[in-house]
Antibody, heavy 119, light 110 residues
Framework: QVQLVQSGAEVKKPGASVRISCKTSGYTLTTYYVHWVRQAPGQGLEWMGIIKFSGGGTRYAQKFQGRVTMTRDTSANTVFLEMTSLRSEDTAVYYC????????????WGPGTLVSVSS | QSALTQPASVSGSPGQSITISCTGTSSDIGNYKYVSWYQQYPGKAPKLLIYEVTYRPSGVSNRFSGSKSGNTASLTISGLQAEDEADYYCSSFTRTNIVVFGGGTTLTVL
C-alpha cells in the first residue's frame, strides 16, 4: 500500500528555519513528482511548489521563492522542504503529495506536519 | 497568482444534487485542461476527486463529476449523502507552470 510518512511536528521561533521530510512506503519515488502544500489553521490549501524526484528540478510559487528549498535524497526515497526566516503566518500543516504525472494534481498525500511559529 | 474563486459554502438535502463553481482566468482554468478537485474532512489530508476537468481516480464514486466552461470549472455531486459533508477545493495548472488552489467550499448536508 502506498503511503507517505512525514516528519513530526515542529515548534520554531520567528526568524528560525525548519526542515520537514517526506518518505514513501510501498513504492519508490523515482519517477514521481512531489508537491508541497500548506494549510494554515482554519484556512484553505496553499500550493508551495513541486520537485521532480528524478533530476531534482523544482518550481516554486512566487510567494515562496527565495525562502523555500525543496530537495531530495534518492538513496533514502525521501524529499525535504526547508523554509527559512519563519514568521507567525507560517504556522500551518505542511503536506507532501505525489503524482506520477506533472499535471498539477496529487493522488497520494502525507498526513501532514504541523509547524508552529511562536515567540 | 491569485487564488481561484469558490463560494464559501453550499448546502443541500440528502438525495439532491449540488454544484460548486470555481472561477479563474484565461491564465489558468480558461486555457488548461489540468483542473482538479479535492475533498477534505476536518483534520485529514485532501483526497483527489477529479483530475483533468472530468476524470475520476479509481475508487472515487461516480456521484462526483467535473466540467468546465470558459474560465469556470464546476464540481457536481449527485445523490447527496451525509458523508459528503466536507470541504472541497479546486485547483488549476497555470501558464507559469505553477498550481493555484481555490479558497475552498464547505458543503453542508441538511
Amino acid at each position: 500500500q502506498v503511503q507517505l510518512v512525514q516528519s513530526g511536528a515542529e515548534v520554531k521561533k520567528p526568524g528560525a528555519s525548519v526542515r520537514i521530510s517526506c518518505k514513501t512506503s510501498g513504492y519508490t519515488l523515482t519517477t514521481y513528482y512531489v508537491h508541497w502544500v500548506r494549510q494554515a489553521p482554519g484556512q484553505g490549501l496553499e500550493w508551495m511548489g513541486i520537485i521532480k524526484f528524478s533530476g531534482g528540478g523544482t518550481r516554486y510559487a512566487q510567494k515562496f521563492q527565495g525562502r523555500v528549498t525543496m530537495t531530495r535524497d534518492t538513496s533514502a526515497n525521501t524529499v525535504f522542504l526547508e523554509m527559512t526566516s519563519l514568521r507567525s503566518e507560517d504556522t500551518a500543516v505542511y503536506y507532501c503529495a505525489t503524482r506520477y504525472y506533472d499535471d498539477g494534481c496529487a493522488d497520494y498525500w502525507g498526513p501532514g506536519t504541523l509547524v508552529s511559529v511562536s515567540s | 497568482q491569485s487564488a481561484l474563486t469558490q463560494p464559501a459554502s453550499v448546502s443541500g438535502s440528502p438525495g439532491q444534487s449540488i454544484t460548486i463553481s470555481c472561477t479563474g482566468t484565461s491564465s489558468d482554468i480558461g486555457n488548461y485542461k489540468y483542473v482538479s478537485w479535492y475533498q477534505q474532512y476536518p483534520g485529514k489530508a485532501p483526497k483527489l476527486l477529479i483530475y483533468e476537468v472530468t476524470y475520476r481516480p479509481s475508487g472515487v464514486s461516480n456521484r462526483f463529476s467535473g466540467s468546465k466552461s470558459g474560465n469556470t470549472a464546476s464540481l457536481t455531486i449527485s445523490g447527496l449523502q451525509a458523508e459528503d459533508e466536507a470541504d472541497y477545493y479546486c485547483s488549476s495548472f497555470t501558464r507559469t507552470n505553477i498550481v493555484v488552489f481555490g479558497g475552498g467550499t464547505t458543503l453542508t448536508v441538511l
